[in-house]
């Protein structure tokens, strides 16, 4: 079955500094999909960034990007020139491309706190 | 075109009650997935569906139901609620495809 851990319950980081967000993912799978998603505080979770697994280049999302590396099952996201508005809880999710298996699996997510 | 909504945004029930919530997707959305959300948990998956069909389901026990609309309009039931049930409930709707999911307000339910 495949897992997904985020290790980093909490973090914070001044504004305008770089952070960076971890995630390992289990699977079996070769083709898959991983994503980035934000949930500022007491607002709808919007999706952040994505990254196809056959893909080996690196998604980028203005000031959001990804360091994908497929072997060792690590989808970590870079968030660069932090904003106070990119305080939220930030989960990375996987989902399967296996025909019907199409349920997305969730980290327990990463609440990060931007300072002034 | 307007975003997924859930009815209602907040429930107070006590145990042993049931209780049903409502999530409309985006027009066009044929696949709504309903999530659990608790603190330390992240998101549970519950179900999917998919053109009234239930696709997949994650492990969640038998008091756990949900049905969609033909048009596409999805519910989710809670029989004999419990304590442990108090929680965020999520609802995202997508094409059906690998294309990302939105995600509603969510319902908070609490259990008393």
């Known amino acids: 079955a495949q897992t997904v851990t985020q290790s980093q319950p909490e973090m914070s980081v001044q504004e305008a500094e770089t952070v960076t967000l971890s995630c390992t993912y289990d699977?079996?799978?070769?083709?898959?999909?991983l994503f980035w998603y934000k949930q500022p505080p007491s607002r709808q979770m919007i999706l952040v960034i994505r990254q196809e697994a056959y893909k080996q280049q690196n998604a980028t999302e203005n000031r959001f990007s990804v360091n994908f590396q497929k072997a060792a099952k690590s989808f970590s996201l870079k968030i660069s020139d932090s904003q106070l508005g990119d305080t939220a809880m930030y989960f990375c999710?996987?989902?399967?491309?296996?025909?019907?298996?199409?349920?997305?699996?969730f980290g327990t997510g990463t609440r990060l706190k931007v300072l002034a | 075109k307007a975003g997924v909504t859930q009815t209602p945004r907040y429930l107070i029930k006590t145990r042993g009650q049931q209780v049903t919530l409502s999530c409309s997707p985006i027009?066009?959305?044929?696949?709504v997935s309903w999530y659990q959300q608790t603190p330390g948990q992240g998101l549970q998956f519950l179900f999917e569906?998919?053109?009234?069909?239930?696709?997949n389901k994650g492990n969640f026990p038998g008091r756990f139901s949900g049905r969609q609309f033909s048009n596409s309009r999805s519910e989710m039931n809670v029989s004999t609620l419990e304590l442990g049930d108090s929680a965020l409930y999520l609802c995202?709707?997508?094409?059906?495809?690998?294309?990302?999911?939105?995600f509603g307000p969510g319902t908070r339910l609490t259990v008393l």
């Open positions: 027009s066009g959305h044929r696949s």
């Open positions: 999710a996987f989902r399967s491309t296996t025909s019907g298996t199409y349920k997305y699996i």
């Open positions: 569906y998919f053109s009234e069909t239930q696709r």
């Open positions: 995202a709707s997508s094409d059906g495809t690998v294309n990302e999911q939105f």
């Open positions: 699977t079996s799978e070769n083709n898959y999909y």
